[in-house]
Every structure is written in C-alpha cells, then in structure tokens.
C-alpha cells in the first residue's frame, strides 16, 4: 500500500460529509422547489433528506397531486386482505424535470405487507418446530469437517484464539424482513450446544416499519441468521434490525409474487443514524431481473453511501448457482440467461456466502 492510500486508510466519512458529497447540483433542486411552488406546495410541506436526494412532500390534498402528477389517483382494495390502499395507474414530470427525478412514490406499485405470509420463500416451507425445538441448526458432531458449525468456521478462518478486545466500540448488525426474527431462548439452546462460552449471548431487536416481534414464533431465517452470527462473533454486541414492507416487484417464473425485500426502506433508517454498526450481513438476496431498475438503481446508491461511512456490508450471492428455476428472462423473449442476485449485484457490496 502506497503512502497516500495508508495515510487515507480508515479516515471514512460522517453522515453530514456523505450528505454533502452527494448533494444534487443546486440547479436540480431549484427545479424541483420551482416546480412545487408552481402548483402551489408551500415550503413548509417538503422537506429534505440525505442532502437532497431524497424530498419528502406531506399534508398535499389528492386534487393537488393528481394536477402536479399529472395522475389519477384513486383508493383500490385488495380482493384477499380487504387492505386500501391510494394509488394511480400512471404519472407523469415535466420534460425539464425528467433528468433530475429519478422515481416518485407511492404512484404505481401495487404491493401489499400483509401478503407476507402468504406468500413464503421455497426454502422457508414445511412444518414449523415444534415448542423448545432448536432452530435454524442441525444437530451434528462438531468436530466433523464434513458440517458448517461455529468451531468449523473459525478454525477455517482461522480466528478460534481471538477474543474480541473492543467489544465496547465495535457492533455487528443482522438485517431482516419477511417478517422472520430470531428467538432469544432458540440462541440458548444454540450456544449451549455450540459455544459454552457464550450462554449469556443476546442481542437488541429494531423494528423498522413498525414492523412486529414476537419471540415465541420465530422461524428459521432468523435464528440461522442472529445464531451463525453469534457462534462466530461473541461477544460483539448485535443489533437484528427486523423491516417491514414490500418493495416495488417484477415477477419472473421463479418468483412469481412478491416475496422481496424492502431494502431502501432499511437503508433510509440506517443511515440517517449518526453511529452505524461497522458490520452489516444479511441472508437475503433475489434474482435482479424482479427488481425494477429505478429502485434497484437507488438502492446500490444508498449502499455507496454506506460504504462511505466506514461500514461493511456482508450479502448473500445466491444458493442456486447461476440462477434459480429454469432461469428465464421476465421480459416476455423466452429467453434462458445466468441470472445475478440482487442486490449483492450492486458494484458496492461485498458478499461472502
């Protein structure tokens, strides 16, 4: 490493120095305060966030933003939740505008949280456990090299004698959605079997979304998640933030519903917090073509972002190979191609597993 890149090294970026960095050209946000007061938006009813890449527009009556939309928004309601929800089939910008605004929301996406259970990931199926059932493992001698366990990892990364020394600083953060936490008395019964010297392991749950937690009914992508974590990590605090949601979704033939993941809506809390877990993983990853390009396009920005503050964000690359089903392009051509997960496929992620 070259004097200038050592000298640089580690010196990341605070929450208003990344604001800053980032910050649209003034033009772009005269444009867009131009536009709104044009139709009458007082100033007092936008506000603005992560340096004014995000505009957030409040108490507007639907009349004012059908005329600034050029939109018809109307209440639908779900025919299997009875949820309502406004929306507009279609919108449309000012031509002037069209190169500064990347997506507005809520417009056309038509999903609904409370499909969330309804709707499982193939690999979350089957019979739930039954009552103090360990979770999330499976029962193997853990000196056989032939199975994932903790003592298995650390020895492959070679960090068996390394006791964390700054436990008081240093935080690892687990990322979840689909409504799947961990159990406090599942981490238990893992510790036990796994890592006798970390029975007193635990970890603080945020909800996101107001997105619920209830520990007596966990499932198995939660305590895998919090228990791998903890097996390799103790005793590094945890933070699992749990977020609620469902993103914007183009079904393919694998996924034809939309069991994806909120991303930008856990992206928007982490990083308006002026202290960020250093670590970040997550398990959870879909095939890049159901994510539509404007968001997904977003969301990679906001993970430059994180970047930029120092943190490291861990993604799952996929369990499927080059992809999943009979990896078909959803564009209607028939077409059989390697589909990327996402959003490990963003350029500013690093992904392990």
């Known amino acids: ?68 939309l050029g939109a018809s928004y109307q209440l639908y309601q779900h025919v299997a939740t009875n949820e309502t929800i406004l929306r507009t089939i279609g919108y449309a910008l000012p031509a002037a505008l069209q190169a500064h605004v990347q997506t507005v929301a809520p417009t056309t996406y038509f999903g ?17 456990p039954a009552a103090g059932e360990l979770r999330g493992v499976t029962s193997r001698n853990d000196d056989d090299d032939d199975y994932v366990t903790p003592s298995y990892l650390r020895r492959l990364y070679n ?35 796994y890592r006798t010297d970390g029975l007193d392991a635990t970890y603080t749950i945020v909800p996101i979304n107001d997105e619920g937690y209830n520990p007596s009914n966990p499932n198995k992508e939660g305590d895998l998640a919090i228990q791998i974590a903890q097996g390799m990590a103790y005793p590094t605090p945890h933070t699992f933030y749990s977020t609620g949601g469902l993103p914007p979704f183009i079904p393919d033939s694998n996924t034809p519903m939309n069991t994806n993941e909120p991303y930008l809506d856990w992206l928007e809390y982490i990083l308006d917090l002026q202290n960020i877990p250093q670590t970040i993983s997550t398990s959870y990853g879909e095939n890049e073509q159901t994510v539509p390009l404007d968001y997904a396009t977003s969301v990679c920005d906001l993970f430059a972002k994180l970047g930029l503050r120092g943190v490291s964000v861990l993604f799952a690359s996929g369990d499927d190979g080059v992809g999943t089903g009979d990896c078909m392009v959803n564009d209607g051509s028939g077409k059989v191609q390697f589909l990327p997960t996402f959003p490990a496929s963003c350029m500013f992620d690093v992904f392990v597993y």
């Open 112 to 128: 609904s949280p409370r499909m969330l259970r309804k709707t499982p990931r193939m690999r979350h199926r089957g019979e739930a």
């Open 1 to 68: 490493m070259n004097r200038l890149l050592w000298c640089r090294y580690g010196a990341h970026l605070s929450r208003e120095q990344v604001a800053k960095l980032v910050a649209p050209h003034p033009d772009t946000l005269e444009l867009v305060r131009s536009w709104l007061e044009h139709y009458g938006v007082p100033s007092s009813s936008f506000s603005m966030t992560h340096g004014g890449n995000w505009l957030k527009v409040t108490c507007v009556p639907v009349s004012q933003a059908n005329e600034l």
């Open 159 to 193: 960090s068996v004698s390394y006791v964390p020394s700054a436990t008081d600083r240093n935080k690892l953060g687990i990322a979840g959605y689909l409504e799947e936490y961990p159990s406090p008395a599942d981490l238990r019964l893992f510790m036990e079997k």
